[in-house]
């Protein structure tokens, strides 16, 4: 096991600044998440740690050892990329053992050590096969297994389950986060997928155009979003935005927003009394209630007319129009609600977020 820090790590590709400036801390035995869209750099940074890119700034440490410049194969990490890149004419035992034979270390137990692996990913009774003849779960597991028979500090996974359908990515969603568990290797995990994040790392980090934006736990990120970016990238759907006028009353907070007036409690969102008057409100999807069945602790409305609905059954979507405004709304049940029907939402207003505008920062 192994922490790791990144310190002023810059990647320049010719003129195009990929990562500016990137501080990061890591620490032994953790799953660490690096979410965000495509092109963000969450790859760029993972392959710097592999050492298959070398940062044109800044260095890399792992424990207390500078591997800015070491070489890939001499750093103890393993990666499981995308594509899982197995040999296809090899059978499951040698794809697993071909790397401790290319690397010649001793022969004696390695029988030993890729049964052990294969029972760990569970491929006991798939050691025979070809890739071919695997699924695209049993793949990715003998992807997991020939990185994991390294016994590496660092374990690094690039997008590894998007090959799979909805349903087999769930389930090795939970398998790695279990295997990462007990055998508590430190673990950067990339992925676009915000569900994936969420359930997976201990600390999930947002990156946005090079930038880490927030590195927090997923329920400090759901809860205390740094920024407009984080507050919608995390939940599905995202937080709702909605554009309003604040002006501070004392204790209270003033908001006016689509058409309804209320309070916040000043001290629970603003330290500062240099507030901007427009503001950008935050609302969760969860955090608006259909007004029959909302907590009594939401007193404030916001009124429009539903305009799209759909259910899972256990879920209830639903997208309202407020003056020209589009908010989404999820209820944690069956809710009988039909296009066109007046739509009056409720909310607690401590559940709500302030944005500065031009930022997105949270207020503070
Ligand atoms: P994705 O989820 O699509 O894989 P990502 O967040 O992993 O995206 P990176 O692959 O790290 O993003 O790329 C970050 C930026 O750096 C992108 O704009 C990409 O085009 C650019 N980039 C990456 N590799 C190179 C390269 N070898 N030469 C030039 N630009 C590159």
Redesign the pocket.
Known sequence: MASVSFEGVWKV??T?V?IPNLDLNIKDGEFIVFV?P????????LRMLAGLETPTYGSIRIDDEDVTLTPPGRRDIAMVFQSYALYPHMSVRSNLSFGPEVRKESRSDLNNRVEKVANLVGLHGLLDRKPAELSGGQRQRVALGRALIREPRIFLLDEPLSNLDAGLRTHMRAEIADLQRRLGVTTVY?T?DQVEAMTMGHRIAV?DRGRILQVDTPAQLYRNPANKFVGTFIGSPGMNILPAELARDGALGRIKCLGSVFSVPAERFFTSTDLPSRVELGIRPDDLHWTKDAPSRCREHIFGTVRATETTGSETFVLVDVDGVEVNARFPSFADIRIGQKADLVFDPNDLHFFEPESGNTLR
């Open positions: 590709f010719n195009f990929a965000g495509s092109g963000c750099g969450k790859t760029t940074t990339v676009h990156f």
